[in-house]
């Protein structure tokens, strides 16, 4: 069947739009400045920065509230008495004598604090009340927490902006991350020393009534220079009125001062608090900590003051950009926090876009050997799935990142795939005896379906890897998801139209594709007895595995920063490094267990710091103390990397590292099974488990880094090792269509010699797509290329020497017990 004009031309609009809005990336950025369309964003590993994940403090939200409720019930009644609540969650309330139950129920209903409410949405009570014989229970309500953190994470994104505009950093990237966290990214940002500060500061500014000590409704709080000051518990001003604030220097004694002025309301509330206060002390307080506590000589009525303390003069302009930008509704915690310094990105660079043309030529190379001119329009239609998923990654705004390269990378691999399938598909139809239209229309048809199923299947771990996912593997994850599903059209349609004008024009007999290399040719299918090797191959494969099982367990695996958490930096010098030097110098700092591992001749190291007890703020301690044995060691080296992950992350990616490659295996199973048949399920996933065993003892012999980035490896051959099991399965399933009296093993003996071809030219394309990385691709990526090089040869043989017997034995099997079946079950009664 011919194709229609319209289809042509909508292709055509498809590729030039795809193409003109993917050129700006591939172009020098002067030659591209009044584009009207803007390159794709880079990743900070690409193009060096800074990364902090915050964290919402969900227990001081709850906090919070029991306390501006326990607060709103002692003012609304002070006879009521609120006990000290038995967790979080829950206030006890005590009825006085002579209140009787139902008025403290109707005292303590009308002033529990409200939640939510706008335009939309009705404000929530933040408590439920529950009265028994003692008294009232409050109990804080789970929807009203999640509404208070949801408002808080979104305001404070604007605080953090406005923070970061003060600081002076240029396009930065501020995004919530699920329900309590935010992902802060600054480009060009090599020490975020000063700006962890300026994020990681609360910044609520207070003024208090100084109170003599034990007075009633007071607290005591830390004041700089002395052991405690006791003042009013509610505040008699905040800083939500301050107008304006700047660092400035006492014109009497040269000290650094924070100067602040308020607005007109604010000003008028400060003159009256003063005029009251006059001879008295008073408290300015931040973030819980008293910062100065001025007696006040006389009123001060123009609605400005000044910050006087053992300030610095970085601490004072940090104050002052705190108390401008205003205070965060929550605190947030620095849970981890990635550096990339601009050498190591341009390095980054400039690695991807060499191992990625190598992957290029040599996937061209092998596809223009084997199928001639059809293996250059193949190439071509490849360059147009570059170009579609780069245009696909401005359209979306995503972000490329030195993973997406690898996705991107690997994506050539697995696109080129189709056009293998389609080629030896049509090949095979021309055998056949088939016209020249005929064979084309009818390859197609038959391979799209083995197409469509393998595709999905790597899809479907794609799409687990982007969910469960974060930072940099989300970006490999949505770079391959998006080369996939584009190679549908680019490999399929685009490469059908070449064809189609092809026949318009020559109108062949016969559609021949020709390799370039007449001894490739080949015009019979092999016969092979794989099956009497079935025994070999499970034995083989078990021993191997259990092997693997062994080295998991001894020595195991290195895990990596993502997942034991601490510190990891890399450093570099012109110079060859004294590691006797630095180690003994880290030693001193007694942080546990350090390694440093050099490279490059010396001049880069490596140095890991295990997980340090105290949290998040303890990891970065020792970063910094790190840092300085560098300085002091070997005076000039640069960072290049650190990358920082409290105890809390490093839990929480290990769980979504087991969840999700648990998720994309029962993902296989479900799919397969819909697909095909429970026993081709079953063998898919037991020698699933095979393939990922022999790939776990590989990467607990080699040593990698079993990181975010090792999971993402396993994801991916889960998805590429059901991908390669597909083609076989789909031909078996076609040949028991054609031929129901064929011996089981005679029939799966057949369908794999029919598909070897295929089956090792698309392994092939896909090792060849990773084989530059995995030799040149270095540290960054090497725990992800290497396994994927692996794998991917593990893959290959399993699918021959492991899925097929399996299928043998559980169809053997199946046939022996289907007469039982058939006798104990009765067949419906016809009406």
Do not use: C
């Amino acid at each position: 069947m011919k194709l229609p004009i319209w289809r042509f031309a909508l292709y055509a609009l498809v590729i030039l739009t795809g193409v003109a809005i993917a050129l700006p990336t591939f172009l020098p950025r002067n030659l591209t400045q009044s584009w009207p369309i803007s390159p794709v964003a880079l990743g900070l590993d690409l193009r060096g920065g800074a990364s902090l994940t915050l964290r919402a403090d969900e227990a001081a939200i709850r906090a919070g509230l029991v306390s501006d409720f326990a607060v709103a019930l002692t003012e609304a009644e002070p006879a009521l008495i609120t006990a000290a609540p038995e967790d979080g969650d829950r206030l006890r309330i005590a009825i006085p004598d002579g209140m009787s139950p139902d008025v403290a129920m109707s005292v303590a209903s009308g002033v529990i604090p409200e939640v939510g409410g706008g335009l939309v949405q009705h404000a929530q009570p933040a408590f439920t009340l529950a009265a028994d014989e003692d008294g009232i229970t409050a109990t804080l309500r789970s929807a009203a927490v999640a509404l208070v953190r949801a408002d808080a994470v979104a305001r404070s994104i604007e605080v953090i902006r406005n923070r970061i505009d003060e600081a002076g950093v240029a396009e930065p990237s501020i995004q919530s991350l699920g329900k309590d966290r935010i992902l802060v990214q600054m480009p060009g940002v090599s020490d975020p020393r000063g700006l962890r500060a300026l994020l990681g500061a609360t910044a609520e500014l207070t003024f208090h009534k100084v109170v003599p000590a034990g007075t009633e409704g007071a607290m005591h709080l830390p004041e700089i220079g002395s052991t405690e000051i006791w003042v009013s518990a509610r505040p008699a001003l905040d800083g939500e009125r301050l107008a304006d604030a700047s660092a400035a220097f006492d014109p009497e004694s040269g000290a650094p001062v924070v100067q602040f002025r308020f607005d007109t309301e604010g000003a008028r509330l400060f003159g009256e608090l003063t005029q009251e206060l006059v001879g008295q002390r008073f408290a300015i307080v931040l973030d819980g900590q008293v910062i100065s506590a001025p007696v006040i000589q006389e009123p001060i009525l123009g609605g400005s003051g000044v910050i006087s303390g053992a300030f610095t003069v970085d601490e004072t302009s940090t104050l002052a950009a705190l108390l401008r930008a205003g205070a965060l509704p929550v605190p947030l915690e620095i849970i981890e926090e990635r550096t990339v310094g601009a050498d190591l990105g341009a390095d980054a660079i400039a690695m991807g876009l060499w191992t990625g043309l190598a992957g290029f030529a040599l996937i061209a190379a092998m596809m223009i050997a084997l199928y001639g001119t059809w293996g250059a329009v193949a190439i071509g239609a490849l360059l147009i799935n570059v170009a579609l998923t780069i245009s696909a990654l401005v359209l979306l705004g995503a972000t490329l990142t030195l993973p997406g390269i690898a996705g991107l990378i690997l994506g050539m691999g697995l696109a080129v795939d189709a056009n293998v399938l389609i080629n030896e598909r049509i090949r095979e139809e021309t055998r056949a005896g088939k016209r020249a239209a005929s064979a084309v229309q009818s390859g197609f048809d038959r391979a799209y379906r083995a197409i469509l199923d393998s595709n999905l299947t790597t899809l479907i771990a794609t799409a687990l890897l982007f969910w469960l996912g974060s930072g940099p593997v989300r970006g490999f994850a949505l770079t391959m998801g998006l080369g996939i599903a584009i190679s549908l059209f680019t490999a399929v349609a685009v490469v059908r139209a070449a064809m189609d004008i092809h026949l318009r024009r020559q109108r062949p007999k016969t559609f021949e594709i020709k390799p370039l290399f007449q001894f490739l040719a080949s015009a019979r299918v092999p016969s092979y007895r794989f099956m009497r090797a079935r025994f070999a191959g499970l034995a083989v494969s078990l021993a191997l595995s259990l092997a693997s099982v062994g080295l998991f367990v001894s020595p195991g695996l290195n895990y990596g920063v993502d997942f034991r958490g601490g510190v990891l930096i890399e450093a570099r010098s012109e110079a060859p490094a004294d590691l006797g030097a630095m180690r003994t110098g880290m030693e001193a700092l007694n942080l546990g267990e350090v390694s440093l591992q050099d490279s490059d001749g010396g001049r880069s190291v490596l140095i890991r710091v295990e997980e340090q007890p105290g949290g998040e703020a303890a990891q970065t301690a020792a970063a910094e103390a790190v840092k300085s044995v560098l300085a002091e060691v070997s005076p000039g080296t640069d960072i290049d990397r650190v990358e920082i992950v409290g105890p809390r992350v490093s839990a929480e990616l290990a769980v979504a590292g087991l969840i999700a490659v648990a998720a994309a295996s029962l993902a296989m199973l479900g799919y397969i099974w819909a697909r095909f048949d429970w026993p081709y399920a079953v063998g898919a996933i037991a020698t699933l488990v095979l393939d990922v065993t022999k790939t776990v003892g590989f990467l607990a012999l080699t040593g990698l880094d079993f990181g975010l980035t090792a999971i993402a490896a396993l994801l991916t051959l889960i998805g590429y090792s059901v991908n390669d099991k597909v083609v076989v399965y789909d031909r078996m399933r076609e040949n028991a269509d054609r031929h129901p009296d064929m011996q089981l093993r005679e029939l799966i003996d057949l369908s794999i010699n029919q598909t070897l071809a295929r089956s090792l030219y698309t392994s092939g394309t896909a090792l060849l797509a990773m084989l530059p990385m995995a030799i040149w691709g270095g540290a960054a990526v090497q725990s992800f290329a290497i396994p994927m090089v692996f794998g991917i040869v593990v893959a290959a043989s399993s699918s021959i020497f492991i899925a097929a017997p399996i299928l043998l034995f559980l169809g053997d099997w199946r046939r022996r017990n289907r007469p039982v079946e058939q006798a104990t079950v009765k067949r419906p009664v016809a009406p």
